[in-house]
């Protein structure tokens, strides 16, 4: 009986092993997939959208100090944003992984043009996302976004 534990737990791990390239396979191409939806609903300015690419409790950061919490927050942020500003944002996926609790971080960079306020902006910077797995769909819990200049 103990020799069958142990080689159910070897085998248990040996296919946990083997499915994690899998795994990162699937996490990158719905990391780009979840991208290319950002970008898509942000120059349409569908705030909609991108409030249903966050949990209810996420957080988004930005590098000056801005910090909003909660959906409720980070969509009046967005409705704000949107009011004041014509944008257009382009972002460049740059990688994926999961880590040991289940989420997955994707990171990558972006560059917005158009006009704030009136005035012609050209901006670029990088993000770090935590996404979790809700139901079958992968939502940011954790949006941190870094301008550069």
Partial sequence: MKNLTVLSL?????????????????????????TKKYVKAYNKKDVATLASMYTNDAVRTFSDGRKYSGIAEITAAMEE????????????????????????????????VGTANGQPVTLSG????????????????????????
């Fill in 10 to 34: 070897v085998f248990l791990f040996t296919c946990t092993i083997l499915s994690l390239p899998l795994q990162a396979q699937n996490l990158e191409k719905e990391a780009k997939a979840l």
């Fill in 81 to 112: 944003e949107f009011a004041v500003n014509d944008l257009t944002v382009s972002i460049e996926h740059g990688s994926s992984e999961m880590n040991a609790d289940g989420t997955a971080t994707i990171k990558g960079t972006y560059q917005l």
């Fill in 126 to 149: 990088s993000y770090n996302n935590t996404l979790t797995m809700v139901g079958k769909k992968w939502l940011m819990t954790n949006s941190s976004i870094m301008v550069d200049n």
